[in-house]
């Protein structure tokens, strides 16, 4: 073995290890966060109107601030390519039923590429940041894979009516909507 193969072994095995720390280290910070939140992990139903978000802005808030009877919380990133294909159907969609719904971005990558984003495509919906805290929500809202994109739907009493790992069309998120908007208990 000559002396640059192995150099480039140990250069290989340091970044390794260096991804596996980081990893952990990210790993471990969500896990401190979902400990310290507003969630019972009694498996009690969780309070979603308690979960904290930051808004593009740096601004802290969460889903108590919109009053919409429905709210479609989408995960995505300006990286996957699925999610930027939803994403004009999403503005389509919240422009048809202004009334009646938020949608939100839950956007899993650094605020400046989703800055841009939004102003390149003119995103009319709030956009979120994770801010480190991508398993927090992942878990939170049920989306096991972790896998982007990822839409949830919550109705007025802010309960999960709806979950969908991988792209969704229109024409399937309109129809769970008008089940969700119709439906009186």
């Known amino acids: 073995m000559t002396t640059g193969n ?4 140990l250069v290989s095995l340091i970044s390794l290890a260096i ?4 990893f952990m280290l990210l790993r471990s910070q969500s896990a ?4 310290a939140s507003s969630v019972d992990q009694t498996n009690e139903e969780i309070d979603f109107k308690k979960i904290p978000f930051t808004l593009l802005d740096q601004k802290q808030t ?9 709210l479609i919380i989408n995960f995505w990133a300006p990286w996957c390519l699925p999610c930027r294909k939803e994403i004009p159907d999403l503005i389509e969609i919240k422009n048809e039923y202004p009334d009646q719904l938020q949608i939100l971005g839950l956007s899993f990558d650094r605020e400046d590429f989703v800055r841009e984003y939004q102003q ?9 940041l994770t801010q480190g805290k991508e398993a927090f929500y992942n878990r939170i809202f049920g989306n096991q ?14 309960q999960i009516r709806f979950q969908h790992t991988g792209i969704i069309s229109k024409t399937q998120l309109k129809t769970e909507l008008e089940n969700i908007i119709s439906y009186r208990p």
Do not use: E, H, M
């Open 6 to 9: 192995r150099q480039l072994i």
């Open 19 to 22: 991804g596996i720390s980081a």
């Open 145 to 158: 894979s972790g896998g982007l994109p990822y839409t949830v739907i919550l109705d007025q009493k802010r």
């Open 32 to 35: 401190d966060f979902i400990s």
């Open 120 to 128: 390149k495509y003119n995103i009319n919906y709030p956009l979120l």
């Open 62 to 70: 969460s889903l108590n601030q919109w009053q919409q009877p429905v």
